[in-house]
């Protein structure tokens, strides 16, 4: 794979790079009209070819571009229900496979923070990354008889997250169907976690407080963090052997296996929210190793999600199936999570509080069994149908489609991601509250 030199880092370079990827799905739709018209291809052959050029496009752009805007991509990439199968699969190579920095970049950067070269630091470094990925890259490096895995992160992505977030923000707004009155609250807090997401200070801290309040987890392990070899843009850590999830997912595995790495990763997600109110909120599989021994390896703290009070209890409480089933209480929590607005009209309100009843109803039944089976197709069609009868309804046309609390962003975010990584181990009879157990 190629390296980068530069990064375009100002922003009408940055912005004139995704100017040439709009161009550019300008021509594929021009060539989707002329298949459809010439009938060279039948509709669904010429709309995939077109969401395949599209997304070959859109994604060579942001690759380039890194930063804040390959972030949005690698989030999407998530959205298996959402976006076409050829956004998902182009997006999801953000998560570990980008063009990495040269050697002579990084280098610099390693000057920059140390007033070193790596090679003056370690007794090895690599100048080849190993990953390289939305924000930063990583290194194997060598000092003594330790691996460490060191994390740089892009020139000027910090610097370049606001003005990214104006660019694919009409982007955003158009495809989840985005009111602009009253959204600035949800743009603010992805922007808040982007620039967090680029303060390698506070991952450090965090990065050691989460692995710390949980390695008495079982099956679980995390590497150690090392201060003395970090800095705002340079985080080293531990070298961690193992598979990568997507890659120990597709190989064949004993459903033993597969249910043990399920309950790990179950039990630390929810351990996070019930017990430390603050949660790993980009659960992506580049975000995970699986060992030899089959432990589950967390190797990234960059996305941190806190949970309020005032948020965490009318969210879970909505988890109760005897909750959602009665009416008022059902309705008091709604408006709690600013689901439902004291000036909705009365078509609003009946519209929203039987979209998000159904939406509940289907995403909370996990919490409402003892054991749940992550493999089963039929709940997750369920999802995916769900999600495209309400993309495709007319009624909310004219409504204000602005709805609930900005935390809901991440905390969905979460679900979204922890629900698609359980599917894609395949893990059955999972226990739901065991995490319990744990609690000290």
Request: proline content about 4%.
């Amino acid at each position: 794979m190629k390296t980068l030199n530069t990064i375009p880092t100002g922003k009408l370079e940055r912005t004139s790079s995704l100017l040439k990827a709009g161009a550019k799905v300008g021509v594929n739709y021009i060539k989707y009209y002329g298949n459809k018209i010439t009938k060279d291809k039948n509709e669904d052959e010429a709309r995939k070819t077109l969401n395949e050029d599209n997304a070959t496009d859109i994604y060579d752009s942001l690759k380039e571009l890194k930063g804040s805007a390959l972030k949005v991509a690698q989030m999407l990439s998530m959205e298996k229900n959402i976006l076409p199968q050829a956004y998902v699969e182009k997006f999801s190579l953000s998560q570990f496979s980008v063009p990495p920095l040269s050697g002579a970049l990084v280098k610099k950067t390693f000057r920059k923070y140390f007033g070193k070269n790596p090679e003056e630091i370690f007794d090895e470094f690599t100048t080849e990354s190993v990953n390289a990925a939305s924000i930063g890259q990583v290194h194997k490096a060598k000092k003594g008889d330790k691996n460490f895995a060191v994390k740089i992160q892009y020139p000027g992505v910090r610097e370049s997250i606001s003005s990214d977030l104006k660019m694919v923000k009409p982007i955003a707004m158009k495809m989840f169907n985005i009111k602009k009155e009253g959204s600035e609250s949800y743009f603010q807090e992805v922007e808040n976690k982007l620039f967090e997401e680029t303060d390698y200070d506070l991952e450090l801290k965090r990065s050691q407080e989460i692995s710390e309040k949980c390695s008495h987890l079982p099956n679980l392990d995390f590497p150690k963090y090392y201060p003395e070899f970090s800095c705002e843009r340079i985080i080293t850590m531990d070298w961690m052997t193992g598979k990568h999830f997507s890659e120990f997912t597709k190989l064949d595995q004993s459903q033993e296996d597969l249910n043990k790495i399920g309950q790990t990763l179950w039990d630390f997600y929810m351990y996070q929210m019930h017990v430390l109110k603050q949660v790993h909120a980009d659960p992506h599989p580049g975000n995970f190793l699986i060992s030899d021994d089959k432990k589950l390896l967390v190797i990234d703290f960059g996305c941190i999600k806190e949970i309020p009070d005032d948020f965490y209890k009318p969210y879970f409480e909505l988890a109760k199936k005897e909750n959602l089933n009665n009416p008022e209480i059902f309705s008091e929590k709604l408006y709690q999570l600013e689901i439902l607005c004291h000036d909705d009209s009365p078509q609003e309100k009946a519209f929203f509080t039987k979209l998000f009843y159904e939406l509940l109803e289907l995403f909370t039944r996990p919490f409402n069994a003892q054991n749940f089976d992550f493999s089963d197709e039929t709940f997750f069609q369920e999802i995916a149908d769900l999600g495209q009868r309400y993309a495709k309804l007319g009624d909310m046309k004219g409504m204000n489609t602005n709805r609930g609390s900005k935390h809901f962003i991440y905390l969905n975010r979460t679900f979204f991601g922890l629900y698609n990584m359980m599917h894609d181990l395949r893990a059955k009879n999972i226990v739901i509250n065991q995490y319990k157990n744990f609690i000290q």
